[in-house]
């Protein structure tokens, strides 16, 4: 059903049919949409988040200039794999099998079989797609002896037959494209990349130059070098744009760029070292805010700026700056916590024309919300069974009055299954009185934190004990969500 049949399908007339003609200028086409996803990358990382960055983002910088930037904005999770999960599904990762943690790279696939992305939605709505970067969500992986699939068990990476096809990955899920790693692009073996279905070369056991890893067989093509990957990835997502520009002009692109900087190991490549004040973890942030700018001068160059929707933000927080730098800002917590430097993150969009540049928005948004927003673009309305916790941000990209909230409620998850609910100025953690990730898993009958953000940004009054009746409140809607199998409005 196309846009115009939908609206008369709900009793709209013409004027409602004449708000998408209004909205994209009389395009042609729906807009291009690149997604741009850091890995660790903190609220305190970039420039135009934090003065005082050690960190030069340029780019990002000038990003915000020309479009929006968000101060409240979150990931679904503190950590990676649940993340992704959320961003292309629309759900969060706690309704999936996997409860707490992450995966590694022989792990199966975790995003369900018929569960619509973020990549089939714009699919069928005529978008040339690609995935390029860290996937991280499980693959089925060939081996050299045939065995029934479990999907809580891991393949042994010596079984592993790396010249047969791996299935089930990233082009079953909506992508016309895919050019990655498995997993931690370096941090976790098989060390290569894959293109499509196939690895590219045959990863060797390899002996380990870090002292922590020598418990472990390491897999790795001949000639890798974790310092390009993030290099190799820019330019591949660059030529894929440039590919679909040339040969399909008429028809809109999707591109997922989940890079791997600057997760450890903190190994800059040669171009970037040196350029921050904050180490090597501080020189790949410079290295991901060069990719963003190579991408911008890409589309500058194809002229296809003005009808493309460009977000840039990260997977979760930050680990812990050097030399002074706060990577997570004055947020309290870090990368895996509970607390706001787990899970709030820097999110900026730029679309010209359309979305007013210069502007900030306080709305609270999440990540989980790119496929609503996605079909509110493409004039498509969800089924009820995708995007269960997906709610369309596109008035806040727009700078729209609101009324009211997008959301009821956020809920925050932590990197070892401690849930906290978020809704207006109230935050509650449940179950724990820590940041919910070293300190272990959450403890039935435990108590746990209550903060007024509105009041205590930075999460230093717990109101647990004084305010029983929000306590109570905001724990029954996280149980409605969680029995419901929902968030979303009905």
């Given at each position: 059903?196309?846009?115009?049949e939908?609206l008369?399908?709900?009793?709209f007339g013409?004027?409602?049919?004449?708000?998408p003609r209004a909205?994209f200028?009389?395009?042609?086409k729906?807009p291009n949409?690149?997604f741009?996803?850091a890995d660790d990358?903190?609220?305190?990382?970039v420039g135009?988040y934090?003065?005082?960055s050690?960190?030069?983002?340029?780019?990002?910088?000038?990003?915000?200039?020309?479009g929006?930037?968000f101060?409240?904005?979150?990931?679904p999770?503190a950590?990676c794999?649940?993340t992704?999960y959320?961003?292309l599904?629309g759900?969060?990762c706690?309704?999936?099998?996997?409860?707490?943690?992450v995966?590694?790279?022989f792990?199966r696939?975790?995003?369900?079989?018929?569960c619509?992305?973020v990549?089939?939605?714009?699919?069928e709505?005529?978008?040339g797609t690609?995935c390029?970067?860290k996937?991280?969500l499980?693959?089925?992986?060939?081996?050299?002896?045939?065995?029934?699939?479990d999907l809580?068990?891991?393949?042994?990476?010596?079984?592993v037959?790396?010249s047969?096809p791996?299935k089930?990955g990233?082009?079953?899920l909506?992508?016309?494209y895919f050019?990655g790693?498995?997993a931690?692009?370096?941090?976790?073996?098989?060390w290569c990349?894959?293109?499509?279905?196939?690895?590219l070369?045959i990863p060797?056991i390899?002996s380990?130059e870090?002292?922590?890893?020598e418990?472990r067989?390491?897999?790795?093509?001949p000639?890798w070098?974790?310092e390009?990957?993030?290099?190799e990835?820019t330019?591949?997502?660059?030529?894929?744009?440039?590919?679909?520009?040339?040969?399909?002009p008429?028809n809109p692109f999707f591109?997922?760029?989940?890079l791997?900087?600057p997760?450890?190991?903190?190994?800059?490549?040669?171009?970037?070292?040196?350029?921050?004040?904050?180490?090597?973890?501080g020189?790949?942030v410079?290295?991901?805010d060069?990719?963003?700018?190579?991408?911008?001068?890409t589309?500058?160059k194809l002229?296809?700026?003005d009808?493309?929707?460009?977000?840039?933000?990260?997977?979760?927080g930050?680990r812990?700056g050097?030399?002074g730098h706060?990577?997570?800002?004055?947020?309290?917590?870090?990368?895996?916590?509970?607390?706001e430097g787990?899970?709030r993150?820097?999110f900026?969009?730029?679309?010209?024309?359309k979305i007013?540049?210069?502007?900030?928005?306080d709305e609270?948004v999440?990540?989980?919300d790119?496929i609503?927003?996605?079909?509110?673009?493409?004039?498509a309305?969800?089924?009820n069974?995708?995007g269960?916790d997906?709610?369309n941000?596109l008035?806040?990209?727009?700078?729209?009055k609101?009324?009211?909230?997008?959301r009821e409620?956020i809920v925050?998850?932590?990197g070892?299954g401690?849930f906290a609910?978020?809704?207006?100025?109230?935050?509650?953690?449940?179950?724990s009185?820590?940041?919910?990730?070293?300190?272990?898993?959450?403890?039935?009958g435990?108590?746990?934190?209550?903060?007024n953000?509105a009041?205590?940004?930075?999460?230093?009054?717990d109101l647990?004990a004084?305010?029983?009746e929000?306590?109570?409140?905001?724990?029954?809607?996280?149980?409605?969500y969680k029995?419901q199998?929902?968030s979303?409005?009905a």
């Amino acid at each position: 059903m196309n846009r115009r049949e939908f609206l008369k399908a709900v009793g709209f007339g013409a004027a409602a049919l004449a708000v998408p003609r209004a909205l994209f200028g009389g395009q042609k086409k729906n807009p291009n949409i690149i997604f741009i996803m850091a890995d660790d990358m903190g609220y305190g990382d970039v420039g135009c988040y934090n003065p005082e960055s050690k960190i030069p983002t340029p780019n990002i910088d000038k990003l915000a200039t020309e479009g929006v930037r968000f101060t409240d904005a979150h990931t679904p999770s503190a950590v990676c794999t649940p993340t992704r999960y959320g961003v292309l599904t629309g759900r969060y990762c706690w309704r999936s099998r996997l409860k707490r943690g992450v995966f590694g790279g022989f792990n199966r696939p975790l995003i369900e079989k018929d569960c619509m992305t973020v990549a089939s939605l714009l699919k069928e709505h005529g978008y040339g797609t690609a995935c390029i970067g860290k996937w991280h969500l499980g693959l089925n992986w060939a081996t050299k002896k045939e065995r029934p699939a479990d999907l809580e068990e891991d393949y042994e990476q010596m079984e592993v037959d790396f010249s047969k096809p791996i299935k089930d990955g990233p082009r079953t899920l909506g992508f016309d494209y895919f050019f990655g790693t498995a997993a931690c692009t370096t941090d976790d073996p098989p060390w290569c990349f894959i293109e499509n279905e196939y690895t590219l070369g045959i990863p060797n056991i390899v002996s380990p130059e870090d002292p922590a890893d020598e418990d472990r067989e390491l897999l790795m093509v001949p000639g890798w070098r974790h310092e390009d990957a993030d290099i190799e990835f820019t330019n591949k997502a660059i030529a894929f744009i440039e590919k679909q520009v040339e040969s399909k002009p008429e028809n809109p692109f999707f591109v997922y760029l989940p890079l791997s900087v600057p997760h450890i190991p903190w190994l800059p490549p040669d171009c970037v070292k040196g350029k921050s004040k904050a180490g090597p973890r501080g020189d790949q942030v410079v290295l991901f805010d060069w990719s963003v700018g190579q991408v911008v001068k890409t589309l500058d160059k194809l002229g296809i700026s003005d009808n493309t929707l460009l977000i840039v933000t990260s997977d979760n927080g930050p680990r812990e700056g050097i030399n002074g730098h706060k990577s997570a800002g004055d947020l309290r917590g870090l990368k895996g916590g509970i607390w706001e430097g787990g899970h709030r993150v820097p999110f900026i969009a730029r679309w010209p024309g359309k979305i007013k540049a210069g502007t900030t928005c306080d709305e609270v948004v999440c990540l989980t919300d790119l496929i609503a927003t996605c079909a509110a673009i493409v004039g498509a309305e969800l089924p009820n069974d995708a995007g269960q916790d997906s709610f369309n941000i596109l008035p806040a990209l727009l700078g729209e009055k609101l009324d009211e909230p997008i959301r009821e409620a956020i809920v925050h998850h932590s990197g070892s299954g401690v849930f906290a609910i978020r809704q207006g100025e109230w935050k509650l953690i449940l179950e724990s009185k820590g940041a919910g990730y070293h300190d272990g898993p959450p403890k039935a009958g435990l108590p746990g934190q209550l903060y007024n953000l509105a009041d205590d940004p930075y999460e230093k009054n717990d109101l647990w004990a004084k305010c029983p009746e929000i306590v109570k409140r905001l724990t029954k809607l996280l149980d409605k969500y969680k029995k419901q199998g929902y968030s979303k409005k009905a």
